[in-house]
């Protein structure tokens, strides 16, 4: 596996690209306000998995703010 980074598909913005060492895309990691969300069909089972619009893959998000000082 390998990231690389790729120009978001619909706003530009910079993600990571998940890749086999094949270049095969499994999932993309973007950043959120609050942390990451990891965006991949791949995903199935995880205590966080959500869908963020039935059209799209599964997520999850990661939200590295919870318990930070302000």
Known sequence: MKLETAPH???G???F???TDSGELVGVVYPSPRGVKIVSK???NHDYLFVIDPDDP???LIDLATGMGK
């Open 9 to 11: 598909s619909q706003n």
């Open 13 to 15: 913005s910079t993600v």
């Open 17 to 19: 690209e998940i890749r």
């Open 42 to 44: 791949y995903i199935t």
């Open 58 to 60: 599964p997520a999850v």
